[in-house]
């Protein structure tokens, strides 16, 4: 057992529009080189954009889609008597939204043609309606979690 102390982790940034701070770490991940306004007008026209499509308000829309891209299994690399074996995890809440942050920002930053603030919002509203590259990922994941179950015993 680790004799270091666990981090207590930092304080959250609470967004200026709506004081959440799911939506504050949703821009910092969205940021580049420091430019935090550019980032949070980004999102904020994603949000509201979203909003209008699904005809809900912008925090409901915005906690279903990120509840919806989390995944709840995963599979980590175990290494047991000279072999490597992909072992299923159960996903902590943290963890789950920090995946599902980065796969909606991963995907709608792959996409090409149209300003970055249309493309999240339209990937925000695939991922609301259950279809599109972010849940295709989610999906991937729980398959290969399926797919070894039987090495769930190396899980200790």
Known sequence: MSRK???AGRRVVLDPIYGNHKIGKFINKVMID???????????????????MVNEPVLDAFEK???QAAPLM???????????????????PDRGYSLAV???INNSRAKTGKPFYIRLSEELVD??????????KREEAHKMAEANKAFSHFRW
Not at 38 to 50: C, E, F, G, K, S
């Open 102 to 104: 980065r796969w909606l």
């Open 74 to 92: 995963e599979v980590k690399s175990r290494r047991v008597g000279g072999s490597t074996y992909q072992v299923p995890v159960d996903v902590s």
């Open 34 to 52: 420091g430019k935090k306004q550019i980032a949070q007008r980004i999102v904020y026209d994603a949000l509201t954009r979203l909003s209008e």
């Open 5 to 7: 102390r666990r981090h």
């Open 65 to 67: 889609v990120l509840k």
């Open 127 to 136: 991922t609301y309606n259950k279809v599109g590259s972010t849940i295709k």
